[in-house]
T-cell receptor
């Protein structure tokens, strides 16, 4: 079975500082990895994905994520945080080797509340 | 381009009843997947339909079922409702499937009393 761990329920960052939201995963075979963001009253939105290739993936709103196979991690980063980045962030994984994303579907972490303080 | 729509947005049902939720994907998307979101369990994958066929299924009991129509619209059915089924049910659509960018609807808030 596949799983995702987001070890921090909440991350607090001052505006203008760099931010990191941590994610580690477990999956049989090679992973597809995703970050989604849920803003209050705005639903879940896709941020970025890793499928193959460059370990540093760039996404929407200036976010990026670094895939580290040896540490089975996919941490979300942004060089300079904005107050508007405050939201709930989800990391997700599916198995790359099977058509349609794998027998176990898409597995999400519990989510990390990111709070950017002015 | 219209987004993913879900109906109804809010629903209150009684234990033992059944419920059907509807999802209309973005035009051209062939994959529709369903998720249950609760404070305790977080976001959990229910199942994915692609071109009218169930392609992936999460670890939920058989009371949870779904289907997809030829126009890609999807319905999810929950029979014999339990209090623990109270949740936000999210639908997402994608052109290729769950291993690619998905677009989520606003969800249906189901309350079971």
């Amino acid at each position: 079975a596949q799983s995702v761990a987001q070890p921090e329920d909440q991350v607090n960052v001052a505006e203008g500082n760099p931010l990191t939201v941590k994610c580690t995963y477990s999956v049989s075979g090679n992973p597809y990895l995703f970050w989604y963001v849920q803003y209050p009253n705005r639903g879940l939105q896709f941020l970025l994905k890793y499928i193959t290739g460059d370990n540093l993936v760039k996404g929407s709103y200036g976010f990026e994520a670094e895939f580290n196979k040896s540490q089975t991690s996919f941490h979300l980063k942004k060089p300079s945080a904005l107050v508007s980045d405050s939201a709930l962030y989800f990391c997700a994984v599916s198995q790359r080797d099977k058509a349609g994303g794998g027998a176990d579907g898409l597995t999400f972490g519990k989510g990390t509340h990111l709070i950017i303080q002015p | 381009k219209a987004g993913v729509t879900q109906t109804p947005r809010y629903l209150i049902k009684t234990r033992g009843q059944q419920v059907t939720l509807s999802c209309s994907p973005i035009s051209g998307h062939r994959s529709v997947s369903w998720y249950q979101q609760t404070p305790g369990q977080g976001l959990q994958f229910l199942f994915e339909y692609f071109s009218e066929t169930q392609r992936n299924k999460g670890n939920f009991p058989g009371r949870f079922s779904g289907r997809q129509f030829s126009n890609s619209r999807s319905e999810m059915n929950v029979s014999t409702l339990e209090l623990g089924d109270s949740a936000l049910y999210l639908c997402a659509s994608s052109f290729f499937g769950i291993s690619y960018e998905q677009y989520f609807g606003p969800g249906t808030r189901l309350t079971v009393t």
